[in-house]
């Protein structure tokens, strides 16, 4: 009999901190039973504080690279972390229509925590039009639908309109909201948002939500059912936060090998 592990690809940039980006994907993949197929989609200069360059991978190598790995072996979700090129966004678009079949987990990095911007008004532009419509889940912060919905008046108006565009469902995160507790919102079309109440714990965090769409598109990947890949994919990473280490002089990073207890 034949092992299997699901794998999930992951498009997304290469942070030199650990903390967010590709290797954030592949840690949380790996702590949550699956295995990591990494298609790096820029370099960057960053630190804990914040992002100081990025350079995007050439559009032709991406699609070399995920093609290769495609027409080799099965990958069971698609997740999409920072696409900061409309030329990125591009092949990743074609890509995804050609396996129109395996779900999509997208978390549209647009900027840094220090405010450092990666995405400018073109790559928006085109993961409004290319990428939101092939979405299975999009995992966007205030902030982030804020730039994604740009003429809605409210949050939920925000939420609608990505609904509207063709991506199936919408957690909004709230962990930047003014608020004592973190509520989270998932939005459907022709449901009521469900609510989601979390701690709010006292830090900012390097990398977390790379790690809330990575854990979401790896419990997809086993095959649970959307609202429970969502609900297990948030307590994991409230738990990688909530053991997280100061590494640096700014946010901390997740410990999403929380879980792994050495005895003395």
């Not at 205030?142 to 990505?162: G, M």
């Not at 609900?231 to 901390?252: V, Y």
Request: proline share 5%; with cysteine.
């Amino acid at each position: 009999m034949l092992d299997f592990k699901p794998t999930v690809m992951c498009f997304s940039g290469m942070d030199p901190t650990g903390g967010a980006g590709i290797q954030a994907d592949i840690e949380t993949l790996f702590s949550v039973g699956c295995h990591a197929v990494p298609i790096v989609t820029a370099l960057t200069a960053q630190n804990t504080r914040n992002a100081f360059s990025i350079t995007s991978t050439s559009a032709a190598l991406i699609a070399q690279q995920a093609r290769a790995v495609l027409e080799d072996m099965p990958v069971q979700c698609f997740k999409i972390g920072l696409v900061s090129a409309m030329e990125t966004v591009e092949v990743i678009h074609t890509i995804l229509k050609d396996y129109e079949n395996i779900p999509v987990v997208l978390d549209p990095v647009v900027a840094a925590g220090g405010g450092y911007q990666f995405s400018d008004a073109e790559a928006l532009n085109a993961i409004r039009s290319l990428l939101i419509p092939l979405t299975t889940v999009l995992t966007p912060n205030t902030d982030e639908i804020k730039q994604l919905a740009p003429a809605a008046a409210s949050l939920n108006a925000c939420a609608d309109e990505l609904i509207e565009a063709g991506c199936q469902h919408v957690l909004l995160t709230g962990t930047h909201a003014k608020t004592d507790g973190v509520v989270n919102r998932l939005y459907t079309s022709h449901r009521k948002a469900t609510l989601y109440n979390w701690p709010r714990l006292p830090d900012s965090y390097h990398g977390s939500g790379c790690t809330l769409a990575a854990a979401i598109a790896g419990y997809l990947a086993h095959k649970l059912t959307l609202r429970d890949a969502i609900q297990q994919a948030q307590r994991f990473t409230w738990e990688a936060l909530n053991h997280g280490i100061s590494m640096g002089c700014g946010q901390r990073i997740p410990n999403r090998s929380y879980w792994n207890k050495q005895q003395p």
